[in-house]
Antibody
Framework: EVQLVESGGGLVQPGRSLRLSCAAS????????INWLRQAPGKGLEWVSF??????????EYAASVKGRFTISRDDSESIAYLQMNSLKTEDTAVYYC??????????????WGQGTLVTVSS | VLTQSPGTLSLSPGERATLSCRAS???????FAWYQQKPGQAPRLLIY???SRATGIPDRFSGSGSGTDFTLTISRLEPEDFAVYYC???????????FGPGTKVDV
């Protein structure tokens, strides 16, 4: 069974750091791009970052709202992706999801999602 | 930017639902998708590549469109279909992902 499990969320003060983890199982982790997305309370979905698979260079992209503060990485040997979040702001408060980006027959979408982990940034 | 309409769609079980998503500039159909989200749950992929149903998605869900205008149709609403629906695009230059604000389908 394909699974993505996020962990590492919690309550943190503004300006502090937090690292989220996304543990994958049931598929060949290294064959997929992995994304982090978030959803503020009562709001819509927002893309945060993605990391390409190694075969595509393993390069990273970030939303403008987090660029320079967040860093995505992956350990294919352990099937884990990370999101290092520094200089956190109150507006970073959200449920953070990791998701697998699937492409088949030239068509793509986020076909597997974790259950999410809540990050609350507050003093 | 993706714009979804209507913001809320009030329908009854058995009725047809037509949800619209408009992009501010032309989108590659390959990178366009629709998701369903219920309260307290992660989103679920319904349609990818604008018109391909994801694994396990009932055939009452269908997607169509190209360029800047895309549509999600639910042919006959089942009680479990009342949820929020998001459209999503990936653009390559510069690389980024955006979601529409969502359409809530309620009773």
């Amino acid at each position: 069974e394909v699974q993505l499990v996020e962990s590492g969320g919690g309550l943190v003060q503004p300006g502090r750091s937090l690292r989220l983890s996304c543990a994958a199982s049931g598929f060949t982790f290294g064959s997929y791009a992995i994304n982090w997305l978030r959803q503020a309370p009562g709001k819509g979905l927002e893309w945060v970052s993605f990391i390409r698979r190694r075969a595509s260079g393993g390069t990273t992209e970030y939303a403008a709202s987090v660029k320079g503060r967040f860093t995505i990485s992956r350990d294919d040997s352990e099937s884990i992706a990370y999101l290092q979040m520094n200089s956190l702001k109150t507006e970073d408060t959200a449920v953070y999801y990791c998701a697998r980006y699937f492409c088949g027959g030239g068509a793509c979408g986020y076909d597997q999602w974790g259950q999410g982990t809540l990050v609350t940034v507050s003093s | 930017v993706l714009t979804q309409s209507p913001g809320t769609l009030s329908l009854s079980p058995g009725e047809r639902a037509t949800l619209s998503c408009r992009a501010s500039q032309s989108v590659s159909s390959s990178f366009f998708a629709w998701y369903q989200q219920k309260p307290g749950q992660a989103p679920r992929l319904l349609i990818y590549g604008a018109s391909s149903r994801a694994t396990g998605i009932p055939d009452r869900f269908s997607g169509s469109g190209s360029g800047t205008d895309f549509t999600l149709t639910i042919s006959r609403l089942e009680p479990e279909d009342f949820a929020v629906y998001y459209c999503q695009q990936y653009v390559t230059s510069p690389p980024m992902v955006t979601f529409g604000p969502g359409t809530k389908v309620d009773v």
